[in-house]
């Protein structure tokens, strides 16, 4: 079946500017993670749905993030006023989230925003 | 404060031989443990994970070993292949009733020699 997709693949924005990176999960996952993986470093947790509510957000660095899941499967991360710090590979994962409590999250291929 | 580390950022490895990818942690809450494969321009692959309570995890060339009084797990490949050629990260989760966010080491990058 089909894997977690990310659009873009690739963003390139001027300093000031307002992005969207969107993900559309594995169909019947009901977890959705976003990630964001700077260079020569793991991926740092932001933001985690279940469902169509945003049930963890403590990874968000500051008010100009913010993410929506509005029917509870593709998401939206949108970063307004973008800074040339947050130049970095953005990426998605979803799980089952199932009785088992196994949940392994399986990732998109990443957006990667270079803020010049 | 880094709660999961991969102390080596690279490792190079004869085909055939063993590699082993070690991680450590700090916090006793973590219930789960992950490895990922990552190659440039896509996203981590899910290779192997181990719950808290298991002390090894097989699967094929891959075994994945806990010593959680040490704080330490590591990844066996054996034998190792040149497409195993990746880096890898391990991860830890926190409980899956606290949402079961990954905190990911900052990876070894791995390369396997013909």
């Known amino acids: 079946g089909a894997g977690v997709s990310q659009t873009p693949s690739n963003k390139v924005t001027e300093k000031g500017k307002y992005v969207e990176l969107r993900c559309d999960p594995i169909s019947g996952h009901t977890a959705l993670y976003w990630y964001r993986q700077s260079l020569g470093q793991g991926p740092e947790f932001l933001i985690y749905?279940?469902?169509?509510?945003?049930?963890?957000d403590s990874g968000l660095p500051n008010d100009r993030f913010f993410a929506v899941r509005p029917e509870g499967s593709v998401s939206t991360l949108k970063i307004q006023r973008t800074e040339r710090g947050d130049s970095a590979v953005y990426l998605c994962a979803s799980s089952l989230r199932d009785a088992r409590g196994t949940d392994t999250q399986y990732f998109g291929p990443g957006t990667r925003l270079t803020v010049l | 404060d880094q709660q999961v580390k991969q102390n080596s950022p690279s490792l190079s490895v004869q085909e055939g031989r063993i590699s082993i990818l070690n991680c450590d942690y700090t916090n006793s809450m973590f219930d789960y443990f992950l490895w990922y494969k990552k190659y440039p321009a896509e996203g981590p692959t899910f290779l192997i994970s181990i719950s808290s309570i298991k002390d090894k995890n097989e699967d094929g060339r891959f075994t994945v070993f806990l010593n959680k009084s040490a704080k330490h797990l590591s990844l066996h490949i054996v034998p190792s292949q040149p497409g195993d050629s990746a880096v890898y990260f391990c991860?830890?989760?926190?409980?899956?009733?606290?949402?079961?966010?990954?905190?990911f080491g900052q990876g070894t990058e791995l390369s396997v020699k013909p």
């Open positions: 991860a830890a989760r926190y409980g899956f009733n606290q949402g079961g966010k990954l905190i």
């Open positions: 749905f279940q469902g169509t509510g945003a049930a963890d």
